[in-house]
């Protein structure tokens, strides 16, 4: 007998299909060669390795390093605020971004001071009543903050608590007394300005004045009383320094006074400037504790976030 044989082939087994379609362990080698040529690379490179996770994280603390000092350096750098000489602009526990561009760029713009930059480079002069950041002399290695009163070739001088510039006062208008409440970080320098509110509050109530500049440009100072610092003989602003003071003008250690560690400043030279006080992004009234959150809140001062210059 002959055997018969079946015409019908015998269907393929059912396998599955790979998402683009084709049988699993395959590739498409024209989706791969068109997806090289999208990206730019060479279509008959071989495929690229994938790069190690430890690599990958090493890599990207490299580039935010980079762009965290970039930014300091070159943009914008925070400061805190730890002493009153800036009354009644700046209070002890403001913290404020400066802007680094405005004067140019120094080793001093660097962080930690790097010699990275020689001298300055897009230098910029600031201008009559700027509130700046810069490298206290002597020792140029501590942030101080003070206002721009001289420019290189002015004559600065007080007269019984009055600013005069080129010979001519400065006017100066009393004010409301500035009050400020005392807490942590406040206290009143003498007791002869301490006042208990009605609600029980302990608040220091200060002497205020607003001066304007040649320029026009106002602020309010702080004027306690007579002091020995109110009459200087006059000062004529070399090239390339300033003049600078607080505007607590009885508790500011500045341009009247010469430089030395831990008093006066004298002179500050242009290429020991840092940056330009912009804004205050926060404030705290020194009562907060790390363990029990909701003092972060409560010290808060509200009202001085957000204030620019």
Same mark, same amino acid.
């Given at each position: 007998?002959?055997?018969?044989?079946?015409?019908?082939?015998e269907?393929?087994?059912?396998?599955?299909?790979?998402?683009t379609? =084709? *049988?699993?362990? =395959?590739?498409?080698?024209?989706?791969?060669i068109?997806?090289?040529?999208?990206?730019?690379?060479?279509?008959h490179?071989p495929? %690229?390795?994938k790069?190690?996770e430890?690599?990958?994280?090493?890599?990207?603390?490299?580039?935010?390093?980079?762009?965290?000092?970039?930014?300091?350096?070159?943009?914008?750098?925070?400061?805190?605020?730890p =002493?009153?000489?800036m009354?009644?602009r700046?209070e002890?526990?403001?913290?404020?971004?400066?802007?680094?561009?405005?004067?140019?760029?120094?080793k001093y713009?660097?962080p930690?001071?790097? +010699?990275?930059?020689?001298?300055?480079?897009?230098?910029?002069q600031?201008?009559?009543?700027? @509130?700046?950041?810069?490298?206290?002399?002597?020792?140029?290695?501590?942030?101080?903050?003070? !206002?721009?009163?001289?420019? +290189?070739?002015?004559?600065?001088q007080?007269k019984?608590g009055?600013?005069?510039?080129n010979?001519?006062?400065? +006017?100066?208008?009393r004010?409301d007394?500035?009050?400020? !409440?005392?807490? *942590? #970080?406040?206290?009143?320098?003498?007791?002869?300005?301490?006042v208990l509110?009605?609600?029980?509050?302990?608040?220091?109530?200060?002497p205020?004045?607003?001066?304007t500049?040649?320029?026009?440009?106002?602020?309010?100072?702080?004027?306690?009383?007579?002091?020995?610092?109110?009459?200087?003989?006059?000062?004529v602003?070399? *090239?390339?320094?300033?003049?600078?003071?607080?505007?607590?003008?009885?508790?500011?250690?500045?341009?009247?006074?010469?430089?030395?560690?831990?008093g006066g400043?004298?002179? @500050? %030279?242009?290429? #020991?400037? @840092?940056?330009?006080?912009?804004? @205050?992004?926060?404030?705290t009234d020194?009562?907060?504790?790390?363990?029990?959150?909701?003092?972060?809140?409560?010290?808060?001062?509200? #009202?001085?976030?957000?204030?620019?210059?």
């Open positions: 007998m002959t055997a018969t044989m079946n015409d019908t082939p269907p393929a087994p059912n396998l599955p299909e790979s998402p379609g =084709s *049988a699993p362990g =395959s590739a498409d080698p024209v989706a791969a068109a997806a090289k040529i999208a990206r730019g690379d060479d279509p490179s495929a %690229p390795k790069p190690k430890e690599e990958n994280f090493f890599i990207f603390l490299i580039k935010l390093v980079l762009i965290v000092g970039i930014f300091r350096s070159f943009i914008f750098s925070p400061f805190n605020i =002493s009153e000489s009354l009644p700046l002890n526990g403001d913290y404020l971004l400066a802007a680094k561009w405005p004067y140019g760029f120094s713009s660097m930690f001071s790097l +010699p990275l930059i020689p001298g300055r480079i897009l230098p910029h600031p201008a009559r009543g700027d @509130v700046v950041i810069f490298k206290a002399p002597p020792g140029n290695d501590v942030d101080y903050i003070k !206002r721009v009163i001289g420019l +290189p070739g002015d004559t600065v007080l019984g009055v600013l005069f510039i010979g001519t006062a400065v +006017p100066k208008v004010q007394d500035f009050v400020i !409440r005392i807490s *942590a #970080n406040t206290s009143c320098v003498s007791p002869e300005f301490e509110e009605k609600d029980g509050t302990p608040t220091c109530h200060y205020q004045f607003k001066e500049l040649p320029e026009g440009k106002s602020y309010n100072v702080l004027d306690l009383g007579y002091r020995p610092q109110d009459d200087t003989p006059p000062v602003v070399p *090239a390339d320094r300033l003049f600078l003071m607080g505007d607590n003008r009885d508790n500011s250690m500045d341009s009247r006074f010469p430089a030395m560690e831990g400043i004298g002179l @500050v %030279p242009q290429e #020991n400037l @840092v940056g330009r006080a912009t804004i @205050v992004m926060w404030s020194g009562g907060a504790n790390w363990f029990l959150p909701w003092t972060w809140f409560t010290a808060a001062r509200w #009202n001085r976030i957000g204030g620019t210059f």
